[in-house]
């Protein structure tokens, strides 16, 4: 079988199916590939976070030096295993030149405001497409710290924030409980960020994912076997026995992308960084009932908690170790602890652990744009953690460039070749 679409997109999570929305907007027929079950990868099990507080990039100055003093401790929130591959040892350089205080300085704005054009973006698709099950709701962010040096990691964080225009406020620690009274973890004090919000990342992905198919786009699931170019064109990919044509050709495949670039001559600086989470029923779905309203980010121990419709989800950890999806039950185990504190043992225990890759970039930035020495094929990928936040303004971004139209944003900061 042999079908010829407008634009070809490879990948069926949030920065996928938000491509597909943009192109399908523009008019184009959309086609989207995606292997097994494109719902059951880091779009579904994330924090389910939208993050305008989270506008420092990865790459930040001492994030290596606190990788190296974490290497031993089998419970810390970074962990970054020792490899040879000359992939990521090119990662790890280019990340280490990265952590810098000017390119932090040159991201913040950067990612200020993408992650706040993301956020307009999707509000509108809430209200407009009615995307009621991805239970958007505009709670704001706790940022809790307990121990000295989170708080002054906090305030720090939140000076530069109030500096980037975010509205924040300094909580105490009964300011903070009224805030959110439902807080079981033990904390000093807190940052508020008013913009954040929070979503049913499933609830979200299969809302689009209904939305799209209204707007015409075929889903096709399937491995991408083989990708047919002639000369600086791609013509078709091949899925299973299915020929694919299209115009244009867009790779928004998460962590797996670069095994796709790298068989277009280009091997694209991404590594898998693998994360868990363990979600907790509510009390009418046979779990219980923790009445907490808003996400918050334990900063002590780097946990997040985030409510959401027919449950509660406790997430954490950062690990650069390949594409490694084996539970690692010592690096779960503070999460666990956390999510029995509100939720009990017995809840927890038997609840298992979803663990997944986000697609990271050296400098913590994504790549949103054309691939080099190609003429029809589009890179949508590195956004790291912020994938569910960032999803929609790189759907419109990667639209407005096929299309040739002004971009909304500033798109060289995300160029593909920046590293060359």
């Given at each position: 079988?042999?079908?010829?679409?407008?634009?070809?997109?490879?990948?069926?999570?949030?920065?996928?199916?938000?491509?597909?929305?943009?192109?399908?907007?523009?008019?184009?027929?959309?086609?989207?590939?995606?292997?097994?079950?494109?719902?059951?990868?880091?779009?579904?099990?994330?924090?389910?976070?939208?993050?305008?507080?989270?506008?420092?990039?990865?790459?930040?100055?001492?994030?290596?030096?606190?990788?190296?003093?974490?290497?031993?401790?089998?419970?810390?929130?970074?962990?970054?295993?020792?490899?040879?591959?000359?992939?990521?040892?090119?990662?790890?350089?280019?990340?280490?030149?990265?952590?810098?205080?000017?390119?932090?300085?040159?991201?913040?704005?950067?990612?200020?405001?993408?992650?706040?054009?993301?956020?307009?973006?999707?509000?509108?698709?809430?209200?407009?497409?009615?995307?009621?099950?991805?239970?958007?709701?505009?709670?704001?962010?706790?940022?809790?710290?307990?121990?000295?040096?989170?708080?002054?990691?906090?305030?720090?964080?939140?000076?530069?924030?109030?500096?980037?225009?975010?509205?924040?406020?300094?909580?105490?620690?009964?300011?903070?409980?009224?805030?959110?009274?439902?807080?079981?973890?033990?904390?000093?004090?807190?940052?508020?960020?008013?913009?954040?919000?929070?979503?049913?990342?499933?609830?979200?992905?299969?809302?689009?994912?209904?939305?799209?198919?209204?707007?015409?786009?075929?889903?096709?699931?399937?491995?991408?076997?083989?990708?047919?170019?002639?000369?600086?064109?791609?013509?078709?990919?091949?899925?299973?026995?299915?020929?694919?044509?299209?115009?244009?050709?867009?790779?928004?495949?998460?962590?797996?992308?670069?095994?796709?670039?790298?068989?277009?001559?280009?091997?694209?600086?991404?590594?898998?960084?693998?994360?868990?989470?363990?979600?907790?029923?509510?009390?009418?779905?046979?779990?219980?009932?923790?009445?907490?309203?808003?996400?918050?980010?334990?900063?002590?121990?780097?946990?997040?908690?985030?409510?959401?419709?027919?449950?509660?989800?406790?997430?954490?950890?950062?690990?650069?170790?390949?594409?490694?999806?084996?539970?690692?039950?010592?690096?779960?185990?503070?999460?666990?602890?956390?999510?029995?504190?509100?939720?009990?043992?017995e809840h927890v225990s038997s609840r298992s652990t979803w663990a997944g890759f986000r697609p990271a970039s050296p400098d913590g930035l994504p790549f949103i744009g054309r691939l080099p020495d190609m003429d029809n094929v589009w890179v949508a990928t590195g956004h790291g953690m912020l994938g569910?936040?960032?999803?929609?303004?790189?759907?419109?971004?990667?639209?407005?460039?096929?299309?040739?139209?002004?971009?909304?944003l500033d798109v060289a900061p995300f160029r593909v070749d920046r590293f060359d």
């Open positions: 079988m042999s079908e010829r679409f407008d634009t070809v997109i490879v990948g069926g999570g949030i920065v996928g199916l938000s491509c597909a929305k943009a192109l399908s907007d523009q008019g184009a027929r959309v086609v989207v590939v995606d292997r097994d079950r494109y719902a059951e990868a880091a779009s579904t099990g994330n924090a389910g976070m939208i993050v305008p507080s989270h506008i420092l990039p990865l790459s930040a100055p001492g994030v290596i030096a606190k990788g190296m003093k974490w290497l031993m401790n089998p419970e810390s929130p970074l962990y970054i295993k020792p490899s040879a591959d000359p992939a990521f040892v090119k990662w790890l350089w280019t990340f280490q030149r990265h952590c810098t205080q000017s390119h932090v300085d040159h991201g913040i704005p950067v990612l200020r405001d993408a992650i706040l054009a993301s956020l307009e973006l999707l509000d509108a698709w809430c209200s407009e497409a009615g995307f009621e099950r991805a239970g958007l709701k505009h709670t704001g962010l706790l940022m809790l710290h307990h121990g000295d040096k989170a708080r002054q990691e906090n305030m720090e964080l939140a000076e530069t924030a109030e500096k980037a225009g975010l509205e924040i406020e300094r909580l105490n620690r009964e300011e903070t409980l009224a805030r959110e009274p439902a807080l079981k973890t033990d904390i000093t004090g807190s940052v508020y960020f008013r913009q954040d919000a929070r979503v049913d990342p499933e609830g979200l992905l299969r809302a689009m994912e209904d939305h799209v198919r209204a707007l015409g786009v075929t889903i096709v699931e399937g491995a991408v076997r083989s990708i047919q170019k002639k000369g600086r064109t791609v013509i078709s990919i091949t899925t299973g026995d299915d020929i694919i044509e299209g115009d244009q050709l867009v790779l928004a495949a998460g962590s797996w992308t670069s095994k796709l670039t790298k068989g277009l001559g280009t091997n694209l600086l991404l590594q898998p960084a693998k994360g868990y989470s363990v979600t907790i029923p509510d009390a009418d779905h046979g779990g219980i009932s923790t009445g907490m309203n808003m996400p918050c980010l334990v900063t002590d121990q780097k946990i997040s908690i985030t409510p959401m419709p027919g449950g509660i989800r406790f997430s954490g950890t950062l690990g650069l170790q390949g594409f490694d999806l084996s539970i690692d039950e010592r690096r779960v185990g503070p999460i666990r602890r956390h999510a029995a504190l509100y939720c009990g043992e569910v936040t960032l999803g929609p303004i790189t759907g419109q971004l990667v639209a407005e460039q096929i299309a040739g139209t002004a971009p909304t």
